[in-house]
């Protein structure tokens, strides 16, 4: 099961996922953030994961594919929140930090976005 909350705040789309991002779950993120960035045309992202427990490559490929989306309209794309280690070496082993910025918290996500 995923969770998604998402909040706009001063040109930054924040979206919250808890729970699991898993290839049976990626098609909740695609119609509620994906379409979102789309739509809306929204250049920066901030992923806070701190309350996701499990991720697949379906997952990170989704995240990515966000990233995509922000980098097309110039933007910047932050992960903030990686505490689960399994998460964390899944994380780190696709090399999805290659592309995206890290940051603890969401407020530290949110000024690497605005540098």
Do not use: H, W
């Amino acid at each position: 099961m995923l969770e998604i909350t998402t909040e706009f705040r001063k040109g930054v789309l924040f979206v919250r996922l808890s729970g699991e991002l898993t290839k049976q779950t990626v098609d909740k993120l695609n119609k509620e953030v994906t379409s979102l960035i789309k739509d809306n045309g929204i250049r920066n992202i901030v992923f806070n994961i701190k309350d996701l427990n499990m991720i697949d490559i379906k997952g990170i490929n989704a995240l990515l594919y966000n990233y995509e989306l922000s980098k097309a309209n110039n933007g910047k794309v932050c992960v903030c929140g990686i505490k689960n280690p399994l998460v964390s070496q899944r994380i780190r082993n696709s090399r999805l930090l290659k592309y995206m910025y890290e940051s603890s918290d969401e407020l530290g996500a949110f000024n690497i976005i605005n540098l």
